[in-house]
């Protein structure tokens, strides 16, 4: 029993930093965006929150100034997409190069140094060693529901979503595709690199180079997982951490099971969801996705 | 603009001249940063030790360098004129030995390496002859009997030294169970932490490890307040000031220098380099504030005894993790067998594989 609560607690610490950018790009996706670049953020948010928490002795500014620069970075990816027509998938690469070079730039001084991190709380008691976290991982469950209402619940969401599906119309019915698009890639912009943020001064304590490890793309596979419902990509983020924790853990009682099978678990359960699903999934797909808005003919 | 590009280049030839002809040009690539309190720097020091010894070596240095554009980096060191090169990571080597047939007047050192040619010979420490050393202080340690080993990946040198940490510490405390974890990478900081949490709530309370850099590891160890042994650099101390009991590093400086002064003098020789504390290739650190006075002097007594011979930590009869005799009775392994272990010593937990 205590070996299974070890193991929940784990997951959900694992599970945290994907479902940041899992909940931006839920959104992203929703406005038909497809972005590729959110490794490339994480990594950014992760150099910039290591760097900051450094220089100032401050794990939050960190995070701030972490939020602020994937706000800005995500900023030029909207700007080529929605205003300069770029196509989707090249510019979220680009993006994602970008990210992985400039973090490496922005982290150099701080290899092999030592910042301030945030500080845990323990659900189970002070002296706890399980369900301990810091305040990031209970603000990245507490935003499914929020994100869920916000996309599914509320006016300005169906905006969303009509922009997502047919910005031609939304743009008729008085929406304005391109303001919804900037909006949502400001949200996921801070999000991912609140992800990374939270790997570099949350759970681990330290940066080194490309330290996401895949997890950028983890988060893509995870929306069509989650066939772009926030809830459902809980569930993902959970496997996904869980899988991580469980190999560790097995191999601490014992139990020997390979490192690299159980790192495919998250793309495996993907290829699942679209083998399965299929035309479930192509019919619950924004219809705009990845597609270039040229714009309406304003009359 | 023409006479300006002739005074510059007159002022940088004249730069050069006054500067004098370095004695010899030294290089070195690492495929990690410098400074990650790890096996990188640990490489590093050794270069900057170098340099400090004979300073008339000029150095040449990249780091963070891929597998895949090291002959390339190391090449240019060559046209830089490099006469010494150290590519400084275990996957450099067949990089390292397509130029050395390429470049006969150039000298290539080679961690860890089991190639040789004229003009290329390796180098490393007896580590897990070392490791014996960190098991004898964490026997010592452990308060629940368990102690907890995260490799990178499975290979021969970490099951190796999982093993001397096991050995030494049962050589101190029989009921030790040591606890095996690979992550699967040699970096990669949040599998490295979970692994951690792994081993602490299974109730290891002392943890070493064979990784990059284990930077990770110490801080979650410190933050739970159990105890940690660090390796490859003692540079690791800083990040568990209170959890630190002992560390090895690699000390690689003075032979560093050695080889220069053997390359200046024309009496280098391709041959597989393998000391141990004794000779101060690896080092063991300070011990931590929480150590008592009894074991820090067990733990030396043990180093005397390996420094002088008597003490042999993979002397027969060892048995693997199924009972098979693995090194039979009378029968010992030296440094140059430690690349054959693909099994774990009887009394751990976890895979080979």
């Known amino acids: 029993m205590s070996w299974f609560l070890s193991w929940i607690s784990g997951a959900i610490l694992y599970a945290a930093p994907i479902l940041f950018p899992t909940l931006g790009e839920v959104m992203e996706q929703r406005t038909g965006m497809v972005n590729l670049g959110l490794e490339g953020l994480m990594l950014l948010g992760a150099s910039v929150s290591f760097a900051v928490s450094y220089l100032t002795n401050n794990a939050w500014l960190g995070v701030l100034a972490a939020a602020g620069v994937g706000l800005l970075a995500n900023m030029v990816y909207a700007w080529l997409v929605v205003k300069r027509n770029a196509h989707q998938l090249a510019t979220g690469l680009a993006l994602m190069f970008f990210g992985i070079g400039i973090s490496a730039l922005i982290g150099k001084p701080y290899v092999g140094q030592m910042a301030p991190t945030l500080p845990k709380y323990a659900v189970l008691g002070p002296t706890s060693l399980i369900f301990r976290y810091d305040l990031l991982v209970y603000l990245a469950f507490f935003l499914v529901p929020v994100v869920w209402f916000l996309l599914f619940r509320t006016r300005f969401g169906l905006r969303l979503r009509a922009v997502g599906e047919s910005p031609a119309i939304a743009y008729a019915a008085g929406v304005s595709p391109e303001f919804m698009r900037f909006f949502v890639a400001a949200l996921a912009g801070v999000l991912a690199a609140v992800g990374g943020a939270h790997l570099a001064v949350g759970i681990t304590g330290t940066w080194s180079e490309g330290m996401t490890a895949g997890r950028g793309f983890i988060a893509v596979a995870l929306v069509i997982f989650s066939r772009w419902n926030p809830l459902r990509a809980v569930l993902g983020a959970l496997v996904f951490g869980g899988a991580v924790v469980l190999q560790l853990q097995l191999q601490a009682r014992g139990i020997g099971v390979s490192a690299f099978i159980l790192d495919m678990i998250p793309y495996v359960l993907t290829l699942l969801v679209l083998l399965i699903w299929g035309r479930g999934v192509r019919y619950v797909a924004p219809a705009s996705l990845g597609r270039v808005y040229f714009g309406t003919e304003r009359g | 603009m023409k006479r300006v590009v002739t005074v510059l280049a007159a002022l940088l030839v004249g730069g050069i001249v006054l500067a004098g002809e370095p004695c010899l040009t030294v290089g070195m690539i690492i495929g990690g940063p410098k400074d990650d309190a790890g096996y990188n720097q640990a490489q590093y020091e050794a270069l900057m030790t170098l340099k400090e010894k004979m300073p008339c070596v000029e150095i040449l240095f ?226 931590g504030p929480r150590v008592p006075e009894e074991v820090k002097k067990i733990v030396l007594e043990y180093k005397e005894k390996l420094i002088s011979g008597e003490l042999q930590p993979f002397a027969g009869p060892i048995r693997d993790q199924e009972g098979n005799i693995r090194i039979k009775e009378g029968e010992v392994w030296g440094p140059m067998d430690m690349g054959k272990f693909d099994w774990l010593v009887e009394g751990i937990v976890g895979s080979p594989k």
Not at chain 2, 97 to 116: E, S, T
Not at chain 2, 249 to 263: E, S
């Open chain 2, 62 to 287: 990249a780091e963070n360098v891929p597998e895949g554009e090291a002959e390339a980096v190391l090449e240019s060191m060559i046209q830089q004129g490099a006469k010494l090169l150290f590519p400084a990571g275990f996957g450099y080597m067949f990089p390292a030995l397509n130029l050395a047939k390429r470049y006969p007047d150039v000298i290539f050192m080679h961690p860890g390496g089991y190639m040789l040619a004229d003009n290329f010979g390796t180098y490393f420490s007896n580590v897990q002859f070392a490791y014996y050393l960190l098991g004898v202080a964490a026997g010592l340690m452990t308060k629940t009997g368990k102690i907890g080993f995260i490799g990178g990946m499975p290979i021969a040198f970490v099951l190796g030294n999982c093993n001397a940490f096991h050995l030494g510490a049962r050589a101190v405390n029989p009921n030790v169970t040591t606890y095996f974890v690979v992550t699967g990478a040699w970096v990669d900081r949040a599998k490295e932490v979970a692994a951690t949490q792994a081993l602490l709530q299974q109730g290891c309370d002392v943890i070493g490890s064979h990784l990059d850099s284990p930077i990770a590891v110490a801080q979650t160890v410190e933050a739970a307040g159990a105890f940690f042994v660090g390796y490859p650099s003692l540079a690791v101390q800083k990040f568990c000031p209170n959890a630190w009991v002992t560390g090895l590093g690699l000390t690689w400086g003075d032979f560093f220098a050695d080889i220069a002064q053997q390359v200046l003098d024309g009496t280098w020789k391709p041959a597989h380099i393998r000391k141990g504390v004794e000779a101060g290739f690896i080092t063991l650190g300070e011990f």
